[in-house]
């Protein structure tokens, strides 16, 4: 009985891999996610090492040893662990200039996006990068680029040959997150994703580690109005407490500085952040994840709030009132038929078209200026 139920169930989702599969999803979305969640590109300016926002700025001490887990990971055990090892290196294997070329592309239209709608211009400020990732991808951008950034991230990251590094990482993330960063390092991953960026961004060589703080979105140990800009770039959808962390980037940046987050809902396409289907290694239906019959075998590669559009909605204009807050419809017309035809068959009819051709959702927020006294970003501080 049991196999006649495997079976049928296996016919059932080879007929709808072939109806619709995931492997549709555009690259430039899934090579972004891919690149922005691993390992340093340590494209800095040396003047971070004399960033204003530093130790002095911090509210107090930040605790290396008390336990965090980075916003992406989540304990699988030993086969989870090679399963999505596997995924990644499969992910990761190839020539890594494309990928890169994708995740600046991005990174490109996010800054577009947010001067547009906030008419600040992204240099020569004082930035918070929140959730900065293995990679520090959006760090090293920005950097390049004329401003002074500073990272926080639930990991401890480990830039270079840093032994003491890995120690800490090993007490405060576990050894699971040293397996996978040091795997990374030694295949030569890292060096290859290092080489493409510095061509993209023209930079000839790493002029030394960015700054980055062990620190939990929740919780920032920094000063009232300490940036000019505040950002957080797919991470979001990982949080716990959004609410506490959209509070924590609203306060920590100054009067007439600007917020602007980008994040995938968890009613998208991909919105389960299955971890053979990002890397690309398998094919899913549409949606597997908000499907009854199919969300058993979706393999979701982190924790997930599973917050819906409407209350992403809400979360921002409560706390950031007169945001720009746009879901990216721009696969509508190939999305919408898929979506219209399983609703029809009885799924997902307790979804909004709206909210499942969004393939990922972008906020701009400029803070407003409450006295005369307020300085503009951008100017130079004592």
Same mark, same amino acid.
């Given at each position: 009985?049991?196999?006649?139920?495997?079976?049928?169930?296996?016919?059932?989702?080879?007929?709808?891999?072939?109806?619709?599969?995931?492997?549709?999803?555009?690259?430039?979305?899934?090579?972004?996610?891919?690149?922005?969640?691993?390992?340093?590109?340590?494209?800095?300016?040396?003047?971070?090492?004399?960033?204003?926002?530093?130790?002095?700025?911090?509210?107090?001490?930040?605790?290396?040893?008390?336990?965090?887990? $980075?916003?992406? $990971?989540?304990?699988?055990?030993?086969?989870?662990?090679?399963?999505? %090892?596997? @995924?990644?290196?499969?992910?990761?294997?190839?020539?890594?200039?494309?990928?890169?070329?994708?995740?600046?592309?991005?990174?490109?239209?996010?800054?577009?996006?947010?001067?547009?709608?906030? @008419?600040?211009?992204?240099?020569?400020?004082?930035?918070?990068?929140?959730?900065?990732?293995?990679?520090?991808?959006?760090? =090293?951008?920005?950097? /390049?680029?004329?401003?002074? &950034?500073?990272?926080?991230?639930?990991?401890?990251?480990?830039?270079?040959?840093?032994? !003491? #590094?890995?120690?800490?990482? /090993?007490?405060?993330?576990?050894? *699971?997150?040293?397996? +996978?960063? /040091?795997?990374? +390092?030694?295949? @030569?991953?890292? !060096?290859?994703?290092?080489?493409?960026?510095?061509?993209?961004?023209?930079?000839?060589?790493?002029? @030394?580690?960015?700054?980055?703080?062990?620190?939990?979105?929740?919780?920032?140990?920094?000063?009232?109005?300490?940036?000019?800009?505040?950002?957080?770039?797919? %991470?979001?959808?990982?949080? =716990?407490?959004?609410?506490?962390?959209?509070?924590?980037?609203?306060? &920590?940046?100054?009067?007439?500085?600007?917020?602007?987050?980008?994040?995938?809902?968890?009613?998208?396409?991909?919105?389960?952040?299955?971890?053979?289907?990002?890397?690309?290694?398998?094919?899913?239906?549409?949606?597997?994840?908000?499907?009854?019959?199919?969300?058993?075998? %979706?393999?979701?590669?982190?924790?997930?709030?599973?917050?819906?559009?409407?209350?992403?909605?809400?979360?921002?204009?409560?706390?950031?009132?007169?945001?720009?807050?746009?879901?990216?419809?721009?696969?509508?017309?190939?999305? !919408?038929?898929?979506?219209?035809?399983?609703?029809?068959?009885?799924?997902?009819?307790?979804?909004?078209?709206?909210?499942? &051709?969004?393939?990922?959702?972008?906020?701009?927020? *400029? +803070?407003?200026?409450?006295?005369?006294?307020?300085?503009?970003? #951008?100017?130079?501080?004592?």
């Amino acid at each position: 009985m049991r196999a006649g139920r495997s079976g049928r169930l296996s016919m059932w989702l080879g007929r709808v891999r072939a109806e619709s599969p995931l492997s549709a999803v555009s690259e430039t979305t899934r090579a972004f996610y891919r690149f922005v969640r691993a390992e340093p590109s340590a494209c800095a300016d040396s003047k971070m090492a004399t960033m204003a926002t530093s130790a002095a700025n911090l509210k107090e001490p930040v605790d290396p040893g008390h336990g965090l887990r $980075s916003y992406s $990971s989540q304990l699988r055990g030993p086969a989870g662990l090679v399963r999505e %090892v596997v @995924g990644l290196l499969r992910a990761h294997g190839g020539d890594p200039g494309p990928a890169v070329a994708a995740t600046l592309e991005h990174l490109r239209a996010l800054e577009d996006f947010a001067v547009s709608t906030t @008419g600040l211009p992204l240099f020569d400020l004082e930035m918070l990068d929140v959730g900065a990732g293995q990679r520090l991808m959006q760090m =090293a951008y920005f950097t /390049a680029h004329g401003n002074r &950034v500073v990272g926080v991230d639930r990991d401890v990251i480990v830039q270079g040959l840093d032994v !003491a #590094g890995y120690v800490r990482m /090993a007490r405060s993330n576990g050894l *699971r997150r040293v397996a +996978k960063t /040091a795997g990374r +390092k030694l295949l @030569g991953v890292d !060096a290859r994703y290092h080489a493409a960026l510095r061509r993209e961004l023209g930079v000839a060589a790493d002029p @030394g580690p960015l700054v980055v703080h062990q620190m939990d979105a929740t919780e920032l140990a920094f000063a009232d109005e300490t940036f000019d800009a505040v950002y957080s770039l797919t %991470v979001l959808q990982y949080i =716990a407490d959004p609410a506490r962390a959209l509070a924590e980037m609203a306060r &920590v940046v100054r009067p007439g500085g600007i917020v602007f987050t980008q994040f995938l809902p968890f009613t998208g396409v991909i919105g389960s952040f299955d971890v053979g289907a990002l890397g690309g290694s398998t094919s899913l239906p549409d949606w597997s994840h908000l499907r009854v019959q199919l969300a058993p075998h %979706v393999r979701e590669a982190a924790y997930l709030n599973r917050l819906r559009i409407p209350e992403w909605r809400a979360l921002f204009e409560g706390t950031m009132p007169g945001c720009v807050f746009v879901p990216d419809d721009s696969r509508r017309e190939e999305l !919408a038929p898929r979506a219209r035809r399983l609703q029809e068959a009885g799924e997902l009819r307790e979804y909004e078209i709206d909210e499942l &051709v969004a393939s990922e959702v972008r906020v701009a927020w *400029r +803070k407003p200026i409450a006295t005369p006294d307020d300085e503009p970003p #951008g100017r130079a501080r004592p």
